[in-house]
C-alpha cells in the first residue's frame, strides 16, 4: 500500500478477498491476514507490539450440520 497523505489518529482498509469456486468450507476454518507491509514496524503474527502499534485481522467462521457434533 502506498499513502501520500498526512499522519492521522485513524485509517479504513477496505478490500475484496475472493475464494476459488471448489474452496472446502468444511466445517470450520480461518483465515489470517497479518498488515506486515509498514503498518506499526510491522509488529504483526507473533510478534508483540510494545510500541501499541500494529495490525492484523482473522476471519473465522464454523459451519452448523444438523446430526453432527
Not at 499522519?7 to 497479518?34: N, P
Request: glycine share 20%; net charge negative.
Amino acid at each position: 500500500m502506498i499513502s501520500n497523505g498526512s499522519l492521522r489518529s485513524a485509517y479504513e482498509l477496505d478490500f475484496d478477498v475472493k475464494f476459488h469456486s471448489q474452496f472446502d468450507w468444511g466445517r470450520g476454518e480461518k483465515v489470517g491476514f497479518g498488515f506486515g507491509i509498514g503498518i506499526g514496524n510491522g509488529n504483526t503474527g507473533c510478534k508483540i507490539p510494545t510500541d501499541g502499534a500494529g495490525g492484523s485481522f482473522c476471519l473465522v467462521w464454523y459451519c452448523h450440520h444438523p446430526g453432527t457434533s
